[in-house]
């Protein structure tokens, strides 16, 4: 079983900036793409960034140019550097993790526990 832990959210103010953490751990073989997603209130669930095992990366228009997803293999880790942050980036962080646990078997896609960002003055 795979397990991923978020860290790194929290309330900060417009223009600010907050730096997201995701760990996998367990019974992992190969994680191909790690990536961040959120859901604001009555919103539903969106891509924010992606990064592939292969080293691309994928971003929402609305955080272009704002954040950055960036990824250590050696640590089963994906962070989000968010800058310039407004209220609209409010909302439920969740890392997501496609991998298998065994050689040649199906990639399943994990899910962490989600973190909170709320951007207000």
């Known amino acids: 079983q795979v397990q991923l832990v978020e860290s790194g959210g929290g309330l900060v103010q417009p223009g600010g900036s907050l730096r997201l953490s995701c760990a996998a751990s367990g019974s992992i073989f190969n994680i191909y793409t790690m990536g961040w997603y959120r859901q604001a209130p009555d919103k539903q669930r969106e891509l924010v960034a992606t990064f592939t095992s292969a080293g691309s990366t994928n971003y929402a228009d609305s955080v272009k140019g704002r954040f950055t997803i960036s990824r250590d293999n050696a640590k089963n880790t994906v962070y989000l550097q968010m800058n310039s942050l407004k209220p609209e980036d409010t909302a439920v962080y969740y890392c997501?993790?496609?991998?298998?646990?065994?050689?040649?078997?199906?990639?399943?896609?994990?899910w962490g526990q989600g973190t909170q960002v709320t951007v207000s003055s």
């Open positions: 997501k993790a496609r991998g298998v646990e065994k050689p040649l078997s199906t990639p399943y896609d994990y």
